[in-house]
């Protein structure tokens, strides 16, 4: 597979798990935040997305949580899956703009 | 959704070559980018592929070294030239779709080791 990840931070969990994948962000000003799912030798996949005017959003087994106030998004899994073992990123639109900045990414390993 | 494949998956060059790397999506397009993923860290923005003018660069990419094309709304072209070992990177076209108002999506990437 590709080399994506190996000299990320790492989050083992077994599988059944809930995870929580965190996530810093950079301008107080941003207006919108995903975060995206990439395994190995893929493009980044969207998850699930959030708004600046929301503090969280759910979507199927994924909830995303929002803290302006310290720049602060989390991306919780519920009953992690051996199929969630991936590289989670992060990332936020700056306002007026469509492009996004990335943060540094999480690699999740689920174990059997 | 929309599906964006890239030309070629993979590849293997010598220095101070030039790579084309191709992008279609297969939907109607708003906005096209290009990232630079290098390995074990993540995407940086180079530029916005702007269709029928030159691109939008990034702090720190510039135009002869990353020249970029978008002739029409569905395809774009990065070139990465006189290529060094630190150009050994994934290298991702992304886009925004007329149906995504704020969806990006991404391709595959191209993995471009450099010897």
């Known amino acids: 597979g590709e080399s994506v990840g190996l000299h990320l931070p790492t989050l083992s969990v077994q599988e059944g798990d809930n995870s929580i994948i965190n996530c810093a962000y950079s301008?107080?000003?941003?207006?919108?935040f995903i975060w995206y799912k990439q395994e190995s030798g893929k493009g980044p996949q969207f998850i699930i997305d959030?708004?600046?005017?929301?503090d969280k959003r759910q979507g199927q087994r994924v909830t995303v949580l929002l803290n302006k106030t310290v720049k602060h998004l989390s991306l919780q899994i519920a009953a992690t899956q051996p199929g969630d073992s991936a590289v989670y990123f992060c990332?936020?639109?700056?306002?007026?703009?469509?492009?996004?900045?990335f943060g540094t990414g999480t690699r999740l390993l689920v174990s059997p | 959704s929309a599906v964006i494949s890239q030309k070629p998956s993979r590849d293997i060059c010598q220095r101070g070559t030039s790579l084309t790397i191709q992008c279609q999506v297969d939907?109607?397009?708003?906005?096209m980018f290009w990232y630079r993923q290098q390995p074990g860290q993540s995407l940086t923005l180079i530029a916005t592929?702007?269709?029928?003018?030159?691109?939008?660069?990034e702090s720190g990419f510039v135009i002869d070294k990353f020249p970029i094309s978008r002739p029409n709304l569905t395809f774009s072209t990065l070139t990465v030239s006189n290529m060094s070992p630190e150009d050994s990177s994934i290298y991702l076209c992304?886009?925004?779709?007329?149906?995504?108002?704020?969806?990006?999506?991404f391709g595959p990437g191209t993995r471009l080791t450099v010897l």
């Open positions: 990332a936020e639109r700056y306002p007026g703009f469509q492009k996004l900045v």
């Open positions: 992304s886009a925004v779709t007329s149906g995504s108002i704020n969806e990006q999506f």
């Open positions: 301008n107080s000003a941003s207006d919108y």
């Open positions: 959030i708004r600046s005017n929301m």
């Open positions: 592929a702007n269709q029928g003018s030159e691109a939008t660069y």
């Open positions: 939907s109607q397009v708003t906005m």
